[in-house]
């Protein structure tokens, strides 16, 4: 076979499957990765054939960030005398962070896959961040915040189109640096991608939020002597469903 036909031939069905997808199916795939489960929901009229070519793309895309996070965390982990997490607090906040960091890498990496194969509404979770492309029918996609230090009343849940949801919780017991004795419970940021979300929480934990920070769209649970008291950022209030 010549090699032009041989290339059409083995890119046809990726052509096919990058049609419209607004009017298609609702699938649902899964699975793990990163120590943690992934799920999927997209819009596409997938055909067998079409869902294991994404399927195929979708596990090479996590065997790379798998070798890549098993080489990090080796390289972290080599500067230390011990490699017991348990024994050290501070390195284990690391390994944490890291780990979150390359799920919220991962959460981006599966959108661009989807992308490159023309779905134009789906949803991808791994490890509690989210990413969303388009549309959940008419309505944008509808998230749950994660219910970090709350009781069990309801809250609002948020309406969200082409943009993530991560939320982060700070190690231990730490104090908000100026909070008079304040902790910061948990913090969620919604942002363009998974990875801008995932750094922008860890800077709101180590910093703490300033009048500013209020402006963007974030949620902080904060623990008070009076009680639990939530704060929603300027940004993000338009996107809560009352």
């Given at each position: ?7 059409f ?30 799920h999927?929901t997209l819009n ?7 869902r ?6 979708i ?13 990090l ?6 500067g230390?005398?011990?490699r017991?997490a ?6 284990a906040?690391?390994?944490?962070a ?39 029918g008419r ?5 749950a ?8 009343a309801?809250?609002?849940?948020l ?8 939320t ?6 730490a ?11 948990a ?7 998974a990875?801008?979300?995932?750094r922008?929480a ?5 910093s ?10 974030i949620?902080?649970?904060?623990l ?13 209030e ?5």
């Amino acid at each position: 076979m010549r090699p032009a036909l041989f290339l059409f031939a083995l890119l046809m069905p990726v052509a096919l499957l990058g049609g419209c997808r607004q009017q298609g199916d609702w699938q649902h795939l899964e699975g793990v990765a990163l120590d943690t489960g992934y799920h999927i929901t997209l819009n596409g009229d997938l055909q067998a054939a079409e869902r294991e070519l994404l399927m195929a793309a979708i596990q090479g895309e996590l065997a790379s960030l798998e070798t890549e996070s098993e080489t990090l965390q080796g390289l972290l982990l080599a500067g230390w005398p011990t490699r017991d997490a348990a024994q050290l607090p501070f390195l284990a906040s690391l390994l944490e962070a890291l780990r979150g960091a390359q799920q919220a890498r991962a959460v981006d990496r599966l959108d661009a896959v989807l992308a490159e194969f023309g779905i134009d509404h789906a949803m991808v979770e791994l490890g509690g961040v989210v990413r969303t492309r388009g549309q959940a029918g008419r309505h944008p996609w509808r998230l749950a915040l994660d219910r970090s230090g709350l009781d069990d009343a309801p809250a609002p849940p948020l309406r969200l189109r082409d943009a993530a949801l991560v939320t982060r919780e700070p190690p231990g017991d730490a104090l908000m640096p100026d909070g008079g004795g304040e902790r910061l419970l948990a913090v969620s940021v919604v942002a363009d991608t998974a990875e801008q979300a995932d750094r922008r929480a860890r800077e709101l934990l180590l910093s703490g939020p300033s009048a500013a920070d209020m402006e963007q769209a974030i949620r902080l649970v904060v623990l008070r002597p009076q009680g639990i008291d939530i704060q929603y950022g300027t940004a993000l209030e338009p996107l809560l469903e009352r």
